[in-house]
């Protein structure tokens, strides 16, 4: 909305009014729109009006013209400058006091004379508070500006009929914007940016409940929290004296029946008339009294506080005896099991193990339904009312309370809790229940080495039942897999399986059906729908997709679930438009239901759209990932994204920045033996390293992951396709890469992924460097075909494949074909925005004799580029148009710089007015 006030301000007169409630943004917003102007060079006239301006005459105005008076008054009218400079105190009055509309005249003059020279931005801030005089003379001058380069940028308190200095009146092009409260993800990301402040996610989520997505309450509260003056009791928040004495003389001034009706209120989840109406005789009467007074509000039969900080206020004034006797009451009415239950728990004076079965009942139901953050609460109450006498109940609670907490993004507590449960328990099942709880939080914090470790104590327990032992054989065969250890993963899922299908239990059947899949996938590239669809069925018949429990583990490939897993090997298989289509539907039902889980997803999808070679989309979706990471407690998302951000960085040639990451990465990787990443990073680094024709180098990187392999797994054939085979070749290790390109095809007979095209690619470059320069030709030709949907086209890989085909059509001299095959792979490559593959396209051509076509030196993405950016357009608009990632803008735009000797857009501007078209 405020870039098209902008834009919209060089043909005419346009407005933009942002209405909202005291500290939503609206000022936030304000300055931005402030900063756009002035970044595209607009004179910007702002005033900041207060409450005490009401009373100033001509304050507002005063601010906004004071620092264009020094170049406009000598060019006035005597009788205009005069009049401004007594209303303006500049000085002594000698005369009759200067009237209104010459005032207004006189700046409507000033107004005229700044549009001259570009055009003019007037920006207002908290109109509500602007006199009536400096109100009339805006509204005079603002009127008669619509036909000249004008903007008006206010902003005003709540949501007036009338627009501020009618507004409305005299522009055609006025709009109004209500700047709605922020979203959760939007709080998080204001706390940690402003306050360093990393809440769990319930705490979170109840930090944004209280302050009705109000950034200023927000932070308000956040800094309560920072320097303790208030207190956090689980998810529940006391609001600091600041905000409490916003709104306690707005309720003080009800009757004292009145209040107790509020508390209610207050108190119930989903407050209405019909609900209420049994608790006194006057709730009716109450209510409608604290709707005159604005601070309740009907919608049918629903009540609702005008403002979410007037709840938690009135609550926290009621005694904790009367709330207790007021809890009671309300269990009795019609409301759901879940709120029953949280009704008795508040009621209770001290431990009662009726009232914690009743919660443990009400944490499943949350749980069932996908509220994990209403299952943490519940079970918290559950275990803190558990008699202490009762230890393997208070011992069970911790566990659940635990897993509730864990999935709800409070990580820290869950790995509290669980290490309280391990030293406690007895040995046996539940103490092996307890060990395997922490080792899903420990893989999401310490990783899997730390998980394997506690999976092996809990399967050493004595007494294990089946289904215990199936669920951790199927751990550990991941952790192995993960581990690259594939024969010892296969070993234990197909035993875990064997066990699991003597049981009648869906979740254990479902687990360990996804965990072969997954270790088969991992050795053949070969996806097994059968047992895939098998367990979707099971998941069906059994009630439908259910998140966590179970089959949680976070930061593995894939989270135990059949569709999640499908989109997975979908995406390694190339088919990126189903995988993506999977994801996407994954991701959205995640935040549907407040998943912390849910940047997992936002991880894998970005990982495939590397693949895809929608570079800038994996970096927007690494972005979220790393924000809901932090907002849920998932440690391990940030890091896990940053190893994408380098990867991307070292397709696209950002040698000093990957050079720095990567290596810290892979040490990082290590640590936590993620084999995995390992080979990702590395294949990333001797990419580069290629790329900048280091073969010896790039093969130093990749050289121990190949050494003494008898088979490739998925993981080991991509990083033989895609980059050591041709390592081996560069340093001239023909025998090596015979080797490596045997096991490859081998694996490559039996894979649905997109290897094909590689193992292709290969077998062109060993024999182009055998000399059999038709053979590779051939070969060569067929690795840069178009392959049979539904797999998608990965363009990085093609570029590479049509670089390697040009430069061995240049050395079979066949000059045409291998301009076009160059051509081609200098386009992707300048599409992608990878620099250094593109200077080798580039420097091939170069190799070719005869003249490359050129327009004046510029290729056409780079002449296209400049008529877009010498008619004023903005990177990110050129890049929306021409389908380029803004990077590659950028990019683009410095090398014709250093062409045409130009160092700035005016200079390129200006050289492409003087240039004759053609």
């Known amino acids: 909305m405020l870039g098209e006030l902008l834009d919209a301000v060089p043909a005419g007169g346009a407005a933009l009014l942002l209405e909202g409630d005291a500290g939503i943004g609206k000022t936030a917003l304000w300055q931005e729109g402030v900063r756009l102007a002035r970044e595209r060079d607009m004179r910007v006239l702002t005033a900041r009006a207060t409450h005490s301006e009401l009373r100033t005459a001509f304050a507002t105005v005063g601010d906004l013209f004071a620092p264009a008076l020094d170049e406009t008054l000598p060019r006035l009218p005597s009788v205009q400058r005069r009049a401004l400079e007594v209303a303006f105190l500049l000085r002594e009055p000698d005369g009759p006091p200067p009237e209104g509309r010459l005032l207004a005249t006189a700046l409507l003059s000033i107004v005229q004379l700044l549009v001259e020279e570009r055009p003019l931005l007037v920006a207002v801030d908290d109109a509500q508070w602007v006199s009536t005089g400096s109100a009339d003379i805006l509204g005079f001058v603002l009127r008669r500006l619509e036909a000249e380069p004008v903007g008006v940028l206010a902003t005003v308190r709540g949501r007036p009929v009338e627009a501020p200095f009618e507004l409305d009146r005299g522009f055609s092009g006025f709009r109004r914007l209500a700047v709605a409260p922020l979203s959760v993800g939007a709080i998080h990301r204001l706390l940690w940016g402003r306050l360093s402040l990393n809440l769990p996610r319930p705490l979170l989520v109840r930090v944004h409940e209280v302050s009705g997505g109000n950034p200023f309450f927000a932070l308000e509260l956040g800094r309560?929290?920072?320097?303790?003056?208030?207190?956090?009791?689980?998810?529940?928040?006391?609001?600091?004296?600041?905000?409490?004495?916003?709104?306690?003389?707005?309720?003080?001034?009800?009757?004292?029946?009145?209040?107790?009706?509020?508390?209610?209120?207050?108190?119930?989840?989903?407050?209405?008339?019909?609900?209420?109406?049994p608790l006194a005789p006057t709730t009716v009467e109450d209510v409608e009294l604290a709707c005159r007074r604005r601070v309740l509000e009907l919608d049918g039969d629903r009540i609702r506080f005008t403002h979410p900080l007037l709840a938690p206020v009135c609550y926290e004034e009621m005694p904790l005896h009367r709330r207790r006797h007021l809890h009671r009451r309300l269990a009795d009415l019609d409301v759901d099991p879940e709120e029953r239950a949280r009704h008795l728990a508040l009621a209770a004076a001290g431990p009662d193990e009726e009232i914690a079965a009743a919660l443990d009942e009400a944490a499943a139901h949350a749980w069932a339904r996908g509220a994990a953050l209403a299952a943490a609460e519940l079970a918290e109450r559950a275990m803190a009312l558990t008699p202490p006498d009762a230890e393997d109940a208070v011992n069970r609670r911790r566990v659940t309370t635990a897993e509730h907490c864990f999935y709800a993004g409070d990580g820290k507590k869950a790995t509290a809790l669980l290490e309280e449960a391990v030293a406690a328990a007895k040995p046996g099942p539940a103490r092996a229940d307890a060990l395997c709880a922490l080792a899903v939080v420990v893989t999401a914090t310490d990783g899997k080495r730390a998980a394997t470790e506690l999976y092996e104590l809990a399967l050493a327990e004595p007494g294990l039942e089946i289904d215990q032992r199936a669920r951790v054989l199927c751990e550990l065969a991941c952790l192995a897999a993960v581990r690259g250890e594939n024969e010892a993963g296969s070993r234990l899922a197909e035993e875990g399986l064997a066990l699991a299908e003597q049981l009648h239990d869906p979740d254990v059947l479902v687990v360990s059906l996804v965990t072969v899949a997954e270790i088969t996938f991992w050795r053949s590239g070969r996806i097994q729908r059968d047992l895939l669809e098998r367990a979707m069925e099971i998941e069906r018949a059994a009630g439908g997709r259910r998140p966590g429990g179970a089959r949680a583990r976070i930061s593995l490939a894939v989270d135990g679930d059949p569709m999640t897993t499908l989109a997975w090997q979908l995406g390694r298989s190339g088919r990126h438009d189903e995988a993506r289509a999977l994801w996407r539907r994954l991701i959205a039902e995640a935040y549907e239901r407040a998943d912390p889980d849910v940047g997992a997803c936002l991880f894998f999808l970005a990982r495939m759209e590397v693949a895809s070679g929608e570079w800038d989309e994996a970096a927007r979706l690494c972005d979220e990932a790393t924000a809901v990471g932090r907002e849920t407690g998932r440690e391990m998302t940030e890091p896990l994204c940053l190893m994408v951000m380098s990867e991307i960085a070292a397709l696209r040639g950002e040698i000093e920045r990957a050079k720095r990451e990567i290596p810290e990465l892979v040490r990082a990787a290590e640590k936590v033996n993620y084999s995995g990443a390992i080979l990702r990073l590395d294949r990333a680094l001797a990419l580069l390293e290629l790329s900048c024709g280091n073969a010896s180098e790039s093969w130093r990187r990749v050289a121990p992951h190949v050494a003494e392999l008898e088979e490739l797994d998925d993981y080991h054939a991509n990083l033989a396709g895609s980059v050591a085979i041709e390592a081996a070749i560069a340093v001239g290790d023909l025998d090596t890469a015979g080797r490596l390109l045997a096991l490859l095809d081998d694996h490559v007979s039996k894979a649905e992924t997109a290897l094909h095209p590689l193992a292709r690619r290969c077998r062109g470059q060993l024999q182009a460097a055998r000399g059999d320069l038709e053979g590779a030709i051939a070969s060569l030709e067929a690795a840069a075909a178009d392959p049979a949907p539904p797999q998608g086209v990965n363009p990085f890989e093609l570029g590479r494949t049509l670089l390697a085909l040009g430069t061995v059509q240049r050395a079979a001299r066949h000059k045409r074909a291998a301009r076009e095959s160059l051509r081609r792979a200098a386009e992707i490559f300048e599409r992608l925005g990878a620099r250094t593959w593109h200077e080798n396209a580039r420097s091939e051509l170069g190799r070719i004799g005869g003249r490359i076509p050129t327009d004046g030196g510029l290729s056409e993405t780079e002449r296209r580029i400049v008529e877009l950016v010498a008619a004023g357009r903005r990177n990110r608009d050129v890049a929306a148009e021409l389908n380029l990632s803004p990077n590659t803008v950028a990019w683009n735009l410095s090398k014709v710089y250093r062409k045409l000797g130009v160092s700035s857009r005016t200079e390129l501007a200006a050289y492409v007015a003087a240039t004759p078209p053609g």
């Open 224 to 277: 309560a929290l920072l320097d303790g003056t208030v207190h956090a009791d689980g998810i529940h928040v006391l609001l600091p004296d600041r905000l409490r004495a916003l709104v306690a003389d707005r309720l003080n001034a009800l009757p004292a029946q009145v209040r107790e009706t509020l508390v209610a209120v207050a108190a119930v989840g989903a407050p209405s008339i019909t609900l209420l109406e």
